[in-house]
């Protein structure tokens, strides 16, 4: 069984940042890719960002190119979302989750799924 636990979000102003992070636990990960999806009220889960576990092109949707960077930390078995510039629109429940054996955008491939962590951007 995999865990993942995610953290960091919160009320913001906007242009201001917030920092996700997804714990994981459980199983190895070498083998898996770790994605962030979002929900608003009213809305689909989208895409937002994933990431290989060993490297390689990091997708982005085109809302949060330039704004947002996932990274990965190998020792904690964690991977961070570092959200800059942030917009009321990015007000969602953003989720990560975990997926193998290769990376995808698509929600109904992934795995795993942690709680989700609520981002609200407002003044």
């Known amino acids: 069984q995999v865990q993942l636990v995610e953290s960091g979000g919160g009320l913001v102003q906007p242009g201001g940042s917030l920092r996700l992070s997804c714990a994981a636990s459980g199983r190895t990960f070498s083998s898996y890719a770790m994605g962030w999806f979002r929900q608003a009220p009213g809305k689909e889960r989208e895409f937002v960002a994933a990431?290989?576990?060993?490297?390689?092109?990091?997708p982005y949707a085109d809302s949060v190119k330039g704004r947002f960077t996932l990274s990965r930390d190998h020792a904690k078995n964690t991977v961070y979302l570092q959200m800059n510039r942030l917009k009321p629109e990015d007000t969602a429940v953003y989720y990560c989750a975990a997926v193998r054996p290769g990376l995808t955008t698509r929600a109904d491939a992934y795995d795993y799924w942690g709680q989700g962590t609520q981002v609200t951007v407002s003044s």
């Open positions: 990431i290989a576990w060993h490297g390689g092109p990091t």
